[in-house]
């Protein structure tokens, strides 16, 4: 066999160093490590030799930011700037510029991908969903203690400070995340934020700045949005419209309330408070004067008292009540809630709290505040929509690839998606997707046993239409969801180590604009697919693989929740439920201990760790896998088979799936052609539309008509 030889010349803005990162080659299904090998530099050409290889997946890359898409070769060739291949040496630079149709066979569409289409295809990514705080500490000089949920060890000192992880060690660990085969990683809201317990970033203050106990001098946002690219890795930036904190927005709009460091407990006095860093009282102990907030919007009484009497003793009127602070067990809403009768009009709802039966009603639903620390916005009013727009503008002009949007049956569609467009028309080709938490299929008026109306369900905003009854009313809103429906049903199945039920709901895709661009998931911070819904996943770990299975071959684009793939935090509740539960109880535990240099090493040989390596080495070679709708779905419980066809064929997968044991799976209806099993490497010919093959318990067959054979090294599951 000959050896594969690449050769690039590289565009004259590129750093001198290129390297070449590459995978799934055939036969042996190698890769490397990003970013790569250096080329060498030969006769004005950048070279590479793959030795004993027949094709290869790769990307040229300058260390500095700068790549070319995914490419696939499968004979040697010359690869020019302007996105061709060549069989023979260009001539010169003006030959290389033009298409040199005489020396060149045409290439397959989707090879060089972001250069044939211009734009980007999410579809092609896949998902690593982190905490920022909780994932890996780079600065211990950031770091903060949230008021509420502070961890005490047994000598009384406070430990584990909820804001931990932060840009510089996110950065640092960029690379285990490229490692484990994520392309792609969604961050908690970084934007300035207020409240007792707000390390998640969901109750923002000020959308114009970036936390600082997120960043360091040398690891800014921009910092890490750069990092991120220079390995290939995108950026998706978890954005709140529906609510701010309890606070109101610095510099916007002021909400009233005293002072906290004038707060003191009934039955105390002041300067008594004994809670960790909070001592003498329960201001911000990391400002000097111990003020929870900055607003210049503020009256001058505020401001006046915010610059001074940082221990809260200098009497205090307040000019709501007349009453004289500090007195012990004065009003404690007053410090740290809001008058829902009070609030400015131009930037929030009238309506008050959301109780109890307001959770399937549309109006209360998304205008009444989600609870004390989530205020509703007038989402619908000019002032909001121009504020959080450009401010967002402005993160997407510093690299941000994608944006993942809370909470949205909170905020009306056709008033939601205005926020959707105006970004889209900012930064075309920009990624969207939405989080409508549903537990059940969420079909709304269509049935499945849902107790709440269509226009509240993830479908719907997906959709144009206004038929709460016809889906297909309206087309593609270009606005996805996380697939909570899917998502739901875990619960009854692959909790139990059973697909039983999943072809039932992935039958009903056809109620969103675009199934092939829902966001998958086993579980994340909020939810797991327990009985209750609230907890890491807890059952065996087959149970996990399997589902990885399924989720790296059905339609949608896979997220993992940061830890799932050595198991982290396995059974604990995805939240502080109980009065008394601190941060490292729950699924939100500080994961860094697992990444550090000593630990590192264990957890990248986790069975988990290498099963999702594997499964996202297979899924970035094969373009079905990634954007095809499903096709002939069989579902039978221990098992789930279905046709992948991309582009007609273009590019095309069968694929089988068994939970517990190992099966026979025959499916008809086939291209006829020969097929290759990416995970055991089998040689199938389908004739007469019938391909059966066998695979072993708990894991996959995913037989490529044409394909590249076997990718990646077997492991506990997939074998
Ligand atoms: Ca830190
Ligand atoms: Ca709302």
């Given at each position: ?340 009768n009070t609030l400015d009009p131009a930037w929030y709802h009238q309506d008050g709290f959301i109780c109890g039966g307001d959770w399937e ?359």
């Amino acid at each position: 066999m000959a050896d594969l030889i690449v050769r690039f010349k590289k565009p004259t803005t590129w750093a001198n160093s290129v390297h070449i990162h590459y995978w799934n080659t055939h036969p042996h299904g190698q890769g490397s490590i990003w970013p790569g090998v250096p080329m060498e530099q030969v006769d004005g050409w950048l070279i590479h030799r793959f030795a004993g290889v027949e094709a290869a997946s790769f990307v040229f890359n300058d260390l500095q930011g700068r790549q070319s898409g995914d490419l696939h070769r499968d004979r040697s060739g010359w690869y020019t700037e302007d996105g061709h291949w060549h069989d023979q040496q260009p001539r010169s630079a003006a030959t290389a510029s033009a298409p040199a149709r005489s020396s060149t066979r045409p290439e397959a569409a989707p090879r060089i991908k972001t250069e044939a289409s211009g734009r980007p295809d999410f579809r092609e990514e896949t998902i690593y969903f982190l905490l920022t705080t909780r994932f890996y500490d780079g600065d211990p000089s950031n770091n903060f203690f949230c008021r509420d949920r502070i961890r005490f060890d047994a000598a009384g000192k406070a430990t584990d400070p909820h804001w931990r992880g932060d840009f510089k060690g996110l950065i640092r660990r960029l690379d285990y995340i490229r490692d484990l085969g994520f392309t792609a990683i969604w961050i908690t809201p970084p934007i300035e934020n207020r409240s007792g317990l707000d390390y998640h970033g969901y109750h923002g203050y000020d959308w114009t700045r970036i936390d600082p106990r997120l960043e360091s001098p040398d690891a800014t946002y921009q910092d890490l949005i750069n990092e991120a690219h220079a390995r290939g890795i995108k950026i998706i930036q978890d954005v709140v419209i529906n609510h701010s904190c309890q606070y109101g927005i610095r510099g916007k709009v002021w909400i009233d309330h005293l002072p906290i460091k004038y707060y003191v407990p009934q039955g105390s006095e002041q300067g008594r408070v004994d809670h960790g860093p909070y001592q003498g009282n329960l201001g911000n102990y990391a400002w000097p004067n111990r003020d929870d907030i900055d607003n210049p919007l503020a009256p001058d009484w505020y401001r006046e008292r915010h610059a001074r009497d940082p221990e809260g003793v200098e009497p205090l009127t307040d000019p709501k009540t007349g009453e004289i602070l500090p007195k012990p067990g004065y009003e404690p809403g007053r410090f740290f809630g809001i008058d829902a009768n009070t609030l400015d009009p131009a930037w929030y709802h009238q309506d008050g709290f959301i109780c109890g039966g307001d959770w399937e009603s549309i109006y209360p639903l998304q205008h009444k505040h989600l609870a004390g620390d989530c205020i509703d916005l007038a989402t619908e009013r000019e002032k909001v929509k121009d504020y959080i727009i450009g401010s967002i503008n402005r993160y997407l002009d510093m690299g941000v690839d994608a944006l993942r949007i809370d909470t949205v049956k909170h905020i009306e569609r056709d008033n939601l998606l205005e926020y959707v467009n105006a970004w889209k028309a900012h930064k075309p080709g920009l990624f969207v997707f939405g989080e409508n938490l549903v537990k059940g299929y969420g079909w709304g008026d269509l049935g499945g046993g849902d107790n709440g109306p269509s226009q509240i369900r993830p479908w719907w905003y997906t959709r144009l239409g206004h038929d709460p009854r016809d889906p297909t009313s309206g087309g593609d809103s270009g606005f996805p969801q996380l697939d909570f429906g899917l998502f739901s049903t875990f619960r009854d199945n692959l909790s139990r180590g059973s697909f039983e039920g999943i072809g039932r709901v992935l039958e009903m895709d056809w109620i969103y604009g675009n199934a092939t661009e829902l966001v998958t998931f086993l579980q994340n911070h909020d939810v797991g697919p327990d009985n209750d819904f609230r907890f890491r996943f807890k059952g065996e770990q087959w149970m996990a693989a399997a589902a990885y299975n399924l989720l790296w071959t059905v339609r949608g684009i896979p997220c993992l929740y940061f830890g799932e793939e050595i198991e982290f935090m396995k059974g604990a509740p995805q939240d502080v439920i109980g009065n008394d539960d601190t941060l490292d109880t729950t699924g939100r535990a500080y994961f860094g201990d697992h990444i550090d240099d000593a630990h590192i090493a264990t957890t990248q040989d986790h069975p988990l760790y290498r099963h999702l390596r594997r499964l996202n080495r297979i899924r970035r070679a094969i373009p079905a896998l990634q954007k095809a709708p499903m096709s002939q779905l069989a579902e039978w419980g221990s098992g789930l088979s279905f046709v992948r066809d991309w582009n007609q064929g273009e590019s095309y997968a069968v694929v089988g799936l068994t939970i517990g044991g190992g099966q026979d799976i025959s499916v008809s209806g086939v291209r006829d052609g020969i097929y290759r099993d990416a995970v055991t490497g089998d040689e199938i010919t389908a004739q007469g539309g019938n391909l059966s093959f066998h695979v072993k318990g708990n894991s996959a067959g995913i037989y490529v008509l044409e394909g590249p054979g076997k990718i990646g090294e077997d492991g506990v599951y997939l074998r």
